[in-house]
């Protein structure tokens, strides 16, 4: 059952280009996150929000900016795309209670290409 | 061992056998939890198991905890077609922040 819903599926895009993909939990969790994913499968944290609170900001490249309106979305910009942004953008929420995270729960994620 | 590995491992094993996936951590864990992700679509939690915990099990999966050794293992027991995934082990503290291993890709043979 799906309760983590990212859009779009896919999208292809030009170098230099502007991109935002979205995240809606039903789940009533208070954390959501973004990972990225490479064609090697490694799955590495870019930012984490608890209840709207940006908690987590992995090094990651300026042009990639968070945006939460409340705890149940989570979205993410990518302002001039690069080639190296080409990966599957994975959205995941979990109940941390203020303590550590619990269960992720994961969405289907959005694969990027770069041409 | 995924965290102390570069590259996703893979395993390659026939139906019926048994398989053990291993992890090790260096930083302070509070929770261990193991993922699989089938093609196509994110990870989603088989097992989770807490610092106060050796072993958890559930059906044929079976995960333990070292904390002396900070490692983890997940073991499937007779595997099956349907076990053909990539598996991950994560780490949590008292932190939001949930770190990934580079994970093994399992294929069961018939």
């Known amino acids: 059952e799906t309760a983590v819903f990212q859009t779009p599926n896919y999208h292809v895009t030009q170098v230099g280009n502007e991109v935002s993909f979205n995240c809606k939990q039903t789940l009533g969790h208070d954390t959501m996150y973004w990972y990225k994913q490479d064609s090697k499968k490694l799955l590495k944290i870019m930012f984490s929000y608890n209840n709207k609170q940006l908690i987590v900001n992995e090094t990651v490249p300026r042009r990639f900016s968070p945006q939460s309106s409340d705890k149940a979305h989570l979205n993410l910009r990518i302002k001039s795309v690069e080639p190296e942004d080409s990966a599957v953008y994975l959205c995941?929420?979990?109940?941390?209670?203020?303590?550590?995270?619990?269960?992720?729960?994961f969405g289907s994620g959005t694969r990027l290409t770069v041409l | 061992s995924q965290w102390g590995e570069e590259n996703l491992q893979a395993l390659s094993i026939q139906e019926g056998e048994d398989v053990t996936m291993n992890c090790s951590y260096k930083t302070y864990t509070t929770v261990v939890h193991w993922y699989r992700q089938d093609s196509g679509r994110g990870p989603a939690l088989i097992i989770l198991i807490r610092s106060n915990e050796r072993e958890k099990r559930s059906g044929r999966l079976r995960a333990t905890l070292d904390t002396s050794s900070q490692s983890s293992s997940l073991s499937i027991t007779a595997a099956q077609c349907e076990d053909t995934a990539v598996y991950f082990c994560a780490r949590s503290s008292n932190t939001n922040k949930v770190v990934f291993g580079t994970g093994t890709r399992l294929q069961v043979l018939p």
């Open positions: 995941a929420s979990s109940y941390t209670g203020g303590t550590s995270a619990e269960t992720l729960y």
